[in-house]
């Protein structure tokens, strides 16, 4: 957005009489600002999203799985459990991987430049919040990946492109 309104571009539209050099930098402040807040909400959207129902699924899922390996433990004392404990092993490492994460996002969240030009602010987005966004993405995925179909609050990847 930025060379939106370089002097090139600027006396190219001018030029051709598509648009004045006000217009031209009026549209790049409103495509700033609704880039903003797209990435905003889109980020407050996935805190909450991992707070109220990623992570208690993956809990929730976490107890189950121990709660087999105990009662496995419990009945043959000499089987290791060895799956049970090594997806509960993963799948805690994941949830607390996400759990940092969205604490991140809370934090970079909360010092976003409001008081700056849309361009810091938009800056400050990319650089930011996104890369904490695509973090959280990929330890989800992962965590979606363990989590028994039935905990999962979401319909998966599956259920999306083959189900109707």
Sequence with gaps: MPHYIDKKNLELFSKHKVFTEVEMRSRCEVH????????????LTMGEMVRKDITPAAYTYLKR????????KSVCPDLDSVMETNLVRQLHTLTDS??????????????????????????????????????????????ERF????????????ELMFSI
Excluded: F
């Design 32 to 43: 700033l600002e609704n880039y903003c807040k797209v990435i905003r909400i889109e980020a």
């Design 147 to 158: 989590v028994g179909e039935k905990y999962w609050p979401y319909p998966t990847y599956g």
């Design 98 to 143: 996400l759990y940092v994460s969205v604490s991140k996002l809370d934090e970079v969240i909360a010092k976003v430049p409001y008081k700056s030009a849309q361009l810091k602010q938009a800056c400050y987005y990319r650089d930011k919040v996104i890369p904490i966004m695509d973090d959280m993405r990929k330890a989800a995925d992962e965590i």
């Design 65 to 72: 799985l121990s709660e087999t390996a105990v009662a496995v």
